[in-house]
């Protein structure tokens, strides 16, 4: 067992190389100097051994599902990641190889990402393994994307709402990663759909292509439709989602055609990082092209309410709405 100071020094320490404010962890706090126009838009998210992950995961996928879905929180609010902070909570039992994979996969991102750690603390406990990190952002003053649509909405009329990527395919992957049956696919499909889970990837740049664009955003975290209703609920707005307008990827759409109640999966799932925004219908040809997905519309109606429909029209019935824990 290393001493906290040698894990430190270690560990963490080569992640703090190349920012000059993290003092080399070796001061009391860090310094981080905001330029002129921007402001800080500051993240954190946790992990939990048996809530989030499982200790069967490898060290390397729970670094990267940790600082990414940081990351995306940075996203949705149409951030440039700056820097991060990294609570560990580690029982005695995790040891040095576990650390290594776990910091050399965390580095790997930061080049990814253009992101350093910058501090932290690391505390030892009886419990499971607890992970929290703080992320920090730019964006130039007053750009940041926020989940309350920014404009009124005139009476009888309707925004647009979209997403990027494809839906569901973590919410797949996570079942794969249990060991449970998924019907219909073959082992590229399954290895495809278990790295969107364990590997999520953040959309900063299509955030950032936001900014100027999207009237409200937010990234899926808890599941499509309990995030819209999100946006619904802060704008007193009601949401209607075309269920056949969802992009599903090719493995999601085997998936589905070989058990249809998958549905519920996909919509519901959560974790997939993807954004969902919403947009002036003017802006439909533009945001096709650049590869936004049109998936429903935001209306006056049933305030808070997220509904979607089946290709009858009808209102699809759901037994939970948003990401549950295992
Ligand atoms: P203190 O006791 O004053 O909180 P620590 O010994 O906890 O100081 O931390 C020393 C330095 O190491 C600080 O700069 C802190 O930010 C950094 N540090 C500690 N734990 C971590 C960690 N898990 N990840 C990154 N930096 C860390
Ligand atoms: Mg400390």
Known sequence: MLDE????????????????????????????????GHELVVTADAMVEGVHFLMNQSPESIARRLLRSNLSDLAAMGAVPHAYMLVTSLPQHVAGVWLEAFTRALHEDQHLFSCHLIGGDSVSTKGPITLSITALGL??????????????????????????GTIGDSALGLQLVLDKKVGGLDSADEEYLKQRHLAPTPRLKEGIFLREHALAAIDISDGLVADCEHIAEQSGL??????????????????????????????????????AFVAEPGDAAMLKQNGFTKIGRVQHGVAGACTVLDKKNQPVRFTRKGWQHF
């Open 139 to 164: 964006v130039p003053v007053g750009a940041a994307l926020r989940r309350t649509i920014k404009k009124p909405l005139a009476h009888a009329a309707s925004f647009d709402l979209y997403v990027t």
């Open 5 to 36: 100071f040698t894990r430190i020094a270690r560990f963490f320490k080569p992640l703090a190389s190349g920012y000059g404010g993290a003092l080399g962890l070796g001061d009391d706090a860090a310094l981080v100097s905001v330029p002129e």
């Open 238 to 275: 009601e949401i209607i989602i075309n269920a056949a307008d969802i992009p599903l990827s090719p493995a999601a759409q085997k998936a589905l055609a070989a058990d249809p109640a998958l549905l519920e999966t996909v919509l519901t799932g959560g974790e997939d990082y993807e954004l």
